[in-house]
């Protein structure tokens, strides 16, 4: 026989485990990885559960292994559609979601079996919009590359508008796949996924949420296994970074923040780190270029962007992003050139990728 405390605790499990959470998954070409993905999401210890598999186009064999799935478990439902990219395929998932809260799972990477669970209890506890939990970088061979974690707490809007700045160069806010939404924020908000940022899309899309937000709660708990693929969209050198720099920094300076002191301080940390990618990553670490090619390209590069007068030296960015906004100021990017070549910044870049 129960008593009433027991009783109590019966009753308020079963209202958390009520709560449908849907979670979407963009799938392209990830034959090799895809049912390891939707493995995690099935056997989760959270059972209601709609499981929303968006083939965004694929040429491989990825659309019959989400239609097999999709015969073996009821919960699962697939959105075949053009290819669009990561943004078209997250906005179709969440026009067909219908769960309580979203989750937006990568289709190369994998959870914790019981990771859902412990956000929503987490998200109903503190009756907070959003949950941020952390996560390991794994490569391909299934070494660790590194493991984050932010903590455990709640906070309003206010107090987390005072350690935005902290958080995005932590790498806890600005991905879109360690958090659970709750998703009438979302829609009420009427913010989609902008399928014209081809960069940074998931820290654009928390960005344009974050007004909405009324509690943040962080989760201290490693839910999460993000892969290193060796081809992966953040280590290739296409031109797509670079071409995209002027509309990036448009559309970060116009998103709105209601404290204006800290949209200044972290847009300019944004728009440097942009600027920072596009000159190591598609230029310095190229290695057809000469140094004279790379230094010729990088001022270039910098003349195409229309919003360097809104950067600024801010002490608390990290050393790197100063060398840049000096060598901006200055107009003489080659020490910046210097300190990327003879420092450690390939291999922290890389992990923080």
Known sequence: MFNKTETIDINKE???????????????????????????????????LEIILVDDGSTDVSPSICDKWKDLDSRIIVVHKENGGLSSARNAGLEVSSGEYIMFEDSDDWLESDIIEKCVEKIEEEESDLVIFGYRKVNEEGLILGQFTFGDGTYTNSEMASQLHQRIIEMSFGYAWNKL??????????????ERVIDREDLYFNLCLFNHLT?????????????????????????????SLDSFC????NIDIMNQEIKSKVINMILL???SDCLIKNIIWNKKLKKREKLQLMNS?????????????????????NVLFNGI?????????KYVRLSGLKRIITERS
């Open 301 to 321: 590069t910098i003349n195409k962007c229309n919003y360097l007068d809104k950067l600024y030296y801010d002490q608390d960015n990290p050393k790197y992003l």
């Open 329 to 337: 100021k200055n107009d003489n990017l080659k020490k910046f050139y």
């Open 181 to 194: 939404y709750r998703l009438n924020v979302i829609r009420k908000a009427g913010i989609k996924n902008d």
């Open 14 to 48: 079963n209202k958390i485990m009520n709560k449908k959470v849907s979670v979407v998954v963009p799938v392209y070409n990830v034959e090799q990885y895809l049912e390891k993905c939707i493995e995690s999401i099935i056997n989760q210890t959270y059972e209601d």
């Open 273 to 275: 780190h942009y600027i």
């Open 215 to 243: 509690k943040i709660s962080f989760l201290d708990y490693v839910g999460y296994y993000y892969l290193q693929r060796k081809a992966s969209l953040l280590h290739n050198k296409d031109d797509s970074r670079i071409n």
């Open 250 to 253: 448009e559309k970060m300076s």
